[in-house]
């Protein structure tokens, strides 16, 4: 079979073909288009079909491949760890922009594959970044990350704040669980193979949003900011959250389609 006729007899979308193919080929997409009439041996036949096996059985295509694409860095992902999505980029943007306004000291909570750290350390390489993570396997994946970006971040294993030494931030960013348990969504994409742990954020899906809110401010610096990604319909629930903690200067943005997606405030000086 040649790779022109692969791309066209294949079961899953065309987009997710070429990147599975790419995959096991290791060559870069333009070269299927350049190829099209090479013919590919039995050895590529039998480890595409074996992906497409697992895709179709509902593997997420970045558990597959090993990576995913966020911000401009190119991320190992495992299935330890949430998938990055376009939307938390907002959250890095956002982040960058108190680190430009003088946050000089920034923490991640719940970082996962190390997306929002990361991405911030790359653009602003001044400033100290550290993340944590309640997942071994996690910070793992993480640091292996770290490493092969030459980025550096100190991470700790910790429940949120709970096992984090002394110290205080002027920024403190979160990409945390804000599902609720019930929520349909869950079997829905790539949500099923995802660590349940990284998605649940309790019954009500606020609760490990509620928990950041109410501990925060014990290790941030006066006038120092905590930004949350959320759900689509959670953001009148974050903000009411923040303003009862005596946070101020509250503001939701929202994401590339218009959804209400990150909400911040400020600790009074």
Known sequence: MTVRELLQRSSIARGETEILLTH???VERAWLFAHGDEHLDDAVLNAFRQLVKARRSGEPLAYLIGYRDFWTLRLKVSRHVLIPRRETEHLVEWAIERIDAGAHRVLDL??????????????????????????????ECANANAQ??????????????????????????????????TDAHLQQGDLPAEPKSALIGGKTGLESIQQIVQHTPKRLERGGWLL??????????????????????????????????????????
Not at 114 to 121: D, T, Y
Not at 162 to 175: G, I, K, Y
Not at 240 to 252: H, P, S, V, Y
């Open 24 to 26: 096991v080929l290791d």
């Open 110 to 139: 719940g970082t996962g594959s190390g997306a929002v750290a990361l991405a911030c350390k790359s653009e602003r390489p001044a400033a100290e970044l550290t993340a944590v993570d309640c997942s071994v396997d996690a910070l």
């Open 148 to 181: 092969s970006l030459g980025l550096q971040v100190e991470w700790f294993h910790s429940d949120w704040f709970s096992q984090l030494p002394e110290a205080f931030w002027d920024l403190v960013v979160a990409n945390p669980p804000y599902i609720a348990a």
């Open 228 to 269: 949350l990604e959320h759900g689509f319909d959670q953001a009148d629930a974050v903000a009411q959250c923040l303003r009862d903690r005596g946070f101020k200067n509250i503001e939701t943005r929202t994401d590339w389609s218009g959804q209400a997606r990150i909400t911040g405030g400020q600790w009074p000086d």
